[in-house]
């Protein structure tokens, strides 16, 4: 890449944007900053940034709404910032296209992570789609339904092997309980969490080097789940 | 008013009947009476024409017996003319007994009919008032006096409103229930106490008047429906003030607590970043470091301050509502001991919570903000290295949650107070802390529909607390494979 890759933020608060604007140049990125919902969706027309850091409380309207109006014309990676007690409303920015979440107040390093994550699967995604999913210690040959952990097989079930799969590649990023059971078992709009939890757990015992303390499939309270592969 | 009128034609008729069954036996008999006698049994259709029909028809009895024992039995016979002064002496006497008579028993028969009204009236008023004090409120007001109104007049329909302060402007109970006539109501009564006018009562009723019992009745109970209305009105106010004044303490109490929780991390962070800051000292890296870390440490301790006070301000809102879904108990509690790490240095962990406990209707956030709490407290209160144990089991219908720890006993009298609010069986300046912890651990576990309670154990103390296996009656579905692969 011959430019620093363009960060947009949307959030109203001046403390928060002057000490990510800091921070985030110091990490060599460019940064741009709107503090409405409405200058953020302009913003993001005309600049075309790479990604958007987005606030889910707004002035002037909903966070979710802004989510979903970029998301009619644009694919850019979104992380929200919320803070805790607004599961609701991170879920629903997540099902209506955001990529990613941050709890306020969070780590800077936890942040970089994720934009780094989110702007690797964007650049990812606009190449091919690949058979083989290397993510952290784990391999998934999606041809030959194999799985391997450190070069040893796992006997996984058809059900493990989707969920893994689809989990695996979309490493380091959350995936709501809803995209999980809509991409897995097919159920639109159900509550069927128990599904979840018992492949989750099944899976962990059988991936994990141990169940108990889960390194590699983590679990985001409310939210859904997250499959790790690089240490942050 | 038929029944009036046919009162009036039998009070006439009645001792007319008698007077002359009376005068035909005496005919039949005069040869055996004197005229004394005669005098005497002739009081009889007086006294009884008294007590039947009342004063008027006792009189009339009396004035007729007069005339007939005149006309009949009273020399000359067959006319009204009296010859010998001795018989004079017998009518006028007889007559003046026969009124005196008739008013006595007349009178008294009033106050017996009176009573017996009053004692109606009495019981219908003690049983309104008996109801009424039952009522709590406005609705069930009006309800009562309605259907009391209906039950005990003579009416087509009646309707009573009650005024309110905020919408809907007007509560209205009905009886008998349904439409009322399409007519407007034949009697109003507004209902009125010393202060305002609390309400109507509106009569529909084909004659439009009422009785005198009725009328008193009407007014009291439309007097005793616009007394309840305010006791409940008062009441209401009472109770508003106490709220109040206990939200008021509470508050007091919370920024009291708040306030000195929160200056110490914001003094520590101020301290270290104006340190950092300052440039006085050439800070080496690890004294750097240090401060840094104590910056962080404290900002979330400021975090998790914020957090407890406003999952304390929802539960006493009642707003808290979990969001239940299928959650593994293991999970949240190693989640939370993740999160409290550090807190937990100190102390060994230890989990032993079956492989195969089932998955419990819970929220995630919340229940592991009770285990955060709970871990918390026993990391604050038990003697660094000791063992805090996490364990599980089932009894019926629900699991049995235990963090035990090693922390020194807590009087047994104390240990219902520990989940109060501000509660802290400790000095408060030796341990760090708003006391919300405990308190908010019950709200969460209760909205839960489970039970939290602190136990001594021998070598410790531990919390339980339980929560329903049943979601909406229903254990979670067994999942399916997919079919595909």
Known sequence: MDKDPLILLIDDEPQILRALKTILSANHFRVSSAVTGEEGIALAAAQLPDIIVLDLTLPDMDGVQVCSQIREWSAVPIIILSVRDSEKDKVAALDMGADDYLTKPFGIEELLARIRVAIRHSQATSGKKESVIHAGPIVLDLSKHIATRDGEELKLTATEFKLLAYLAAHSDRVLTHQAILTHVWGFEESDHLEYLRVYIGQLRKKVEENPEDPKLIITDPGIGYRFKSIDQ | ?485
Not at chain 2, 271 to 289: D, F, K, M, T, Y
Not at chain 2, 347 to 362: A, K
Request: charged letters at 20%; aromatic letters at 6%.
């Open chain 2, 1 to 485: 008013m038929r029944k009036n009128i046919l009162k009036i034609i039998l009070s006439f008729f009645g001792p007319l009947l008698f007077v002359a069954l009376t005068s035909l036996l005496l005919e039949w008999t005069s040869s055996l009476l004197n005229v004394q006698n005669m005098a005497l049994i002739y009081l009889i259709p007086v006294m009884v024409s008294s007590v039947i029909w009342g004063l008027f028809a006792g009189l009339f009895a009396g004035l007729i017996s007069f005339l007939a024992f005149n006309f009949f039995f009273i020399q000359p016979y067959n006319t009204l003319l009296v010859h010998q002064s001795q018989d004079l002496i017998t009518l006028a006497v007889f007559l003046a007994v026969a009124v005196l008579l008739s008013q006595l028993i007349g009178q008294t028969r009033k106050a017996a009919l009176l009573a017996k009204e009053r004692e109606w009236e009495a019981t219908r008023m003690y049983e309104l008032i008996s109801s009424l004090a039952g009522t709590t409120s406005i609705p069930s007001i009006s309800e009562t006096l309605a259907e009391k109104l209906g039950s005990n007049f003579e009416l087509e329909h009646v309707e009573v409103d009650i005024n309110a302060p905020s919408f809907p402007k007007k509560v209205t109970g009905t009886h008998p229930p349904g439409e009322k006539p399409d007519r407007l109501p034949e009697i109003t009564k507004p209902m009125k106490t010393q202060r305002d006018q609390e309400g109507e009562i509106r009569i529909w009723q084909a004659t439009g008047n009422l009785s005198n019992t009725e009328e008193r009745l009407l007014e009291a109970f439309a007097e005793q429906g616009a007394l309840a209305v305010e006791r409940i009105r008062l009441s209401q106010g009472e109770t508003k003030i106490h709220v109040l004044e206990e939200s008021d303490r509470l508050k007091t109490s919370i920024l009291n607590s708040v306030s000195h929780e929160l200056r110490s991390p914001l003094a520590a962070i101020k301290a270290s970043i104006s340190s950092l800051r300052s440039g006085a000292v050439p800070w080496e890296h690890a004294a750097r470091q240090e401060l840094l870390t104590t910056i962080e440490e404290e900002t979330d301790q400021l975090n998790l301050l914020v957090g407890n006070l406003l999952d304390m301000s929802r539960i006493e809102s009642g707003s808290l509502e979990p969001h239940l879904r299928w959650n593994s108990i293991p999970e949240i509690a190693k989640s939370a001991a993740a999160r409290m790490k550090g807190q937990l240095s100190g102390h060994i962990l230890d989990f032993q919570l079956p492989g195969d406990l089932p998955l419990v209707p819970s929220d995630y956030v919340l229940l592991e903000q009770v285990f955060i709490n709970l871990l918390s407290n026993s990391a604050k209160y038990a003697p660094e290295k000791t063992r805090i144990v996490v364990c599980a089991g089932l009894e019926k219908e629900s699991i049995h949650i235990r963090v035990k720890n090693q922390s020194p006993h807590v009087a047994e009298d104390e240990l219902q107070n520990i989940f109060e609010k501000f509660h802290r069986v400790t000095r408060a300046d030796k341990v760090i802390g708003t006391g919300l912890g405990l308190s908010i651990c019950k709200g969460i576990i209760e909205a839960h529909g489970g039970r939290i309670w602190a136990e001594n154990l021998e070598d410790g103390f531990q919390f339980i607390f339980t929560l329903p296996l049943l979601l909406n009656g229903n254990l979670p579905e067994t999942p399916k494979e997919v079919i595909d692969g």
